[in-house]
């Protein structure tokens, strides 16, 4: 019976080994092999599938969540369906947090780019002809950039704000119907105005070049608010793992692949000088 008591206890003594040691293995598989969600607009994925494969190497697996507009991202983040995000810039999130009450904030630059006002019957912007139709997105702070747009191109001028709406035109010679729509819309409406103010996402997505664009908007000091950026809520901004996916971004890797991919007209915004 001693015997067999000593047997007992050694078995024992092997089981809880065994089980430490499985732990300690499942302890470290997790560490090693980090999950992070994140929201980008479709078109970005060119960019961020190359850098998800980098990444793989660093223990870390990048799930891709795309979307086609700019309504649901931050929602999405704000309700843990993702863990970080991509795809707006300064003006955006502070008019975001200031409307829903969020704590969103920024974890490292990505890019800049210029909107841009394309037709399908016209070449240039002075062809307009008076009372043309003009779709401009509708978001607060797109629609603020858009008319600036509309103003650097000579076609309107505006008061003094921060946030301008279509009330805030002074000056519009030409009797132009602007008409802010959903941005994701503004591409689509080519058919129906003389020409639209498009943001550089929801062109690549709707197959428009920017090379064919009548006018591009110039890129000043000014320009700092519409610098894009990496997201996430306030309370995870010092999170390592989400830390070494904006220095994994902020690279040389990440300049070349936007050169290659948007031709000049997307701007690496991390070490731009403006």
């Not at 040691?21 to 560490?31: E, K, R």
């Not at 078109?43 to 190497?57: C, E, G, T, V």
């Not at 908007?217 to 519409?226: F, G, L, M, R, V």
């Amino acid at each position: 019976m001693k015997r067999f008591g000593k047997v007992t206890k050694l078995l024992l003594l092997f089981s809880a080994a065994l089980a430490l040691f499985v732990l300690a293995g499942c302890g470290n598989q997790s560490s090693s092999d980090k999950t992070v969600k994140i929201g980008i607009m479709a078109s970005d994925d060119r960019i961020w599938k190359p850098l998800a494969k980098k990444l793989k190497k660093q223990g870390i697996d990048l799930k891709l969540v795309e979307f086609t507009d700019y309504n649901t991202p931050n929602k999405a983040l704000t309700q843990g369906e993702v863990d970080i995000n991509a795809f707006q810039n300064y003006h955006f999130m502070n008019d975001w947090n200031k409307a829903n009450k969020g704590n969103i904030v920024s974890i490292g630059d990505t890019y800049i780019a210029p909107q841009r006002i394309y037709s399908k019957s016209i070449k240039s912007v002075k062809e307009l002809k008076d009372g043309a139709k003009v779709a401009i997105p509708s978001d607060s702070t797109n629609e603020d950039r858009g008319l600036r747009v509309l103003e650097q191109a000579g076609l309107i001028k505006l008061k003094k704000a921060s946030l301008h709406t279509t009330k805030d035109i002074t000056e519009n010679k030409k009797n132009l119907k602007i008409t802010p729509l959903d941005a994701a819309q503004t591409a689509h409406s080519l058919s129906d105005v003389s020409m639209a103010v498009v943001n550089n996402d929801i062109a690549e997505d709707s197959g428009l070049k920017p090379s064919s664009a009548i006018y591009v908007e110039k890129i000043t000091k000014a320009s700092k608010p519409y610098v894009n950026f990496i997201a996430t809520t306030k309370d995870k901004k010092n999170n390592a793992t989400y830390k070494k996916v904006v220095k994994a971004y902020q690279t040389k890797f990440i300049e070349n692949k936007l050169k290659e991919i948007y031709k000049g007209s997307t701007l690496p915004a991390w070490n731009y000088k403006f």
